[in-house]
T-cell receptor
Framework: DVKVTQSSRYLVKRTGEKVFLECVQD?????MFWYRQDPGLGLRLIYFSYDVKMKEKGDIPEGYSVSREKKERFSLILESASTNQTSMYLC??????????????FGDGTRLSIL | AQSVTQPDIHITVSEGASLELRCNYSYGATPYLFWYVQSPGQGLQLLLKYFSGDTLVQGIKGFEAEFKRSQSSFNLRKPSVHWSDAAEYFCAVGAQTGNQFYFGTGTSLTVIP
């Protein structure tokens, strides 16, 4: 089974802090994704990466950046956290394009609160 | 543009009753379709998927879904709901090219005894 592990289940940070959310997958998937989930809005894509050091903006990249130095690890960075970034963050992975009938596999999420 | 609509924000059913969760999609070609379930405080778990072939697909936990191209729908069904089915359900469409998935806004299911 695919295992996607997010480093923290709950995180509390202060406004203005730089915040790192970490995600690791163990299935050698090329594609990795970061979403945020808010009530009534479903999942919104922040960034995705299709290879090491490669990234693409999703629908809501403002205020976020990402890092993919190794294939198995995809980090989401909040450069200067703000209260409107309080949310549930979900990481997912998927095999490379061309196997697009494959689902995304999700981690358990990180519930981030910015005070 | 691709999109997924789940018209029901919240549904309440009695335990043992049947369930149908609606999903409509907008996509320019043959879609790849998925249903996920999210229990409280958890990530998303894949229930089932449709790529091609038989339009009625079976998934885990006794769920099934039917793809109807003429209605652009992919509704999720279960003949008899259990209390443990209370969760949030998401429909998603996957692009045939590119990497993005498009998710609906979810349907929250409450099961009453």
């Amino acid at each position: 089974d695919v295992k996607v592990t997010q480093s923290s289940r709950y995180l509390v940070k202060r406004t203005g802090e730089k915040v790192f959310l970490e995600c690791v997958q163990d299935m050698d998937h090329e594609n990795m994704f970061w979403y945020r989930q808010d009530p009534g809005l479903g999942l919104r894509l922040i960034y995705f990466s299709y290879d090491v050091k490669m990234k693409e903006k999703g629908d809501i990249p403002e205020g976020y950046s990402v890092s993919r130095e190794k294939k198995e690890r995809f980090s989401l960075i909040l450069e200067s956290a703000s209260t409107n970034q309080t949310s549930m963050y979900l990481c997912a992975s998927r095999p490379r394009t061309g196997t697009s009938n494959q689902p995304q596999h999700f981690g358990d999420g990180t519930r981030l609160s910015i005070l | 543009a691709q999109s997924v609509t789940q018209p029901d924000i919240h549904i309440t059913v009695s335990e043992g009753a049947s369930l149908e969760l609606r999903c409509n999609y907008s996509y320019g070609a043959t879609p790849y379709l998925f249903w996920y379930v999210q229990s409280p405080g958890q990530g998303l778990q894949l229930l089932l998927k449709y790529f091609s072939g038989d339009t009625l697909v079976q998934g885990i936990k006794g769920f099934e879904a039917e793809f109807k191209r003429s209605q652009s729908s992919f509704n999720l069904r279960k003949p008899s709901v259990h209390w443990s089915d209370a969760a949030e359900y998401f429909c998603a469409v996957g692009a045939q090219t590119g990497n993005q998935f498009y998710f609906g806004t979810g349907t929250s299911l409450t099961v009453i005894p």
